[in-house]
């Protein structure tokens, strides 16, 4: 089956915490951050969604990276409250998939933008990946 536009994947999930823009300041010099779903890991669900989306239809040895990100943090959600996010796939050009990407809490749309993801081949990726670690000097 092959992968086309159109295709569709959602995730809920209920902040933590963990998750807020809070708990990243916590130990670090950057000042006091507001206890609400931190950016960076609304862009991860983003990513995680899109991801999802194409899992079932890779071949084994095959996988997906995050090229690109582009979104709109549109309004705060705290603690306790329900996320939504969707991904559905735009285009599809040879490896290269490009997703709209959109979030939204129990009250209103929270993001949206758009995702760029690559498939790739697991062993080559890892190997290439290796090769780098090998330049470094220590």
Request: hydrophobic share 45%; no cysteine; aromatic share 6%.
């Amino acid at each position: 089956m092959a992968i086309e536009p159109g295709l569709v994947h959602e995730i809920t999930m209920v902040v933590e915490e963990k998750h807020t823009a809070a708990a990243v300041a916590k130990d670090s010099e950057i000042g006091q951050l507001a206890p609400v779903l931190s950016t960076p890991y609304l862009v991860s669900l983003m990513e995680t969604t899109a991801h999802a989306a194409v899992v079932p239809f890779l071949n084994p040895g095959q996988s997906g990276v995050g090229a690109m990100v582009h979104i709109r943090h549109l309004a705060a959600t705290p603690v306790g409250m329900q996320v939504r996010i969707r991904a559905e796939l735009l285009e599809v050009e040879g490896r290269r998939f490009l997703f709209k990407v959109e979030a939204w809490d129990e009250v209103e749309k929270i993001a949206e933008g758009e995702h760029e993801r690559f498939i790739i081949d697991w062993e080559r990726f890892m190997a290439n990946v290796e090769k780098k670690q090998g330049k470094i000097k220590k």
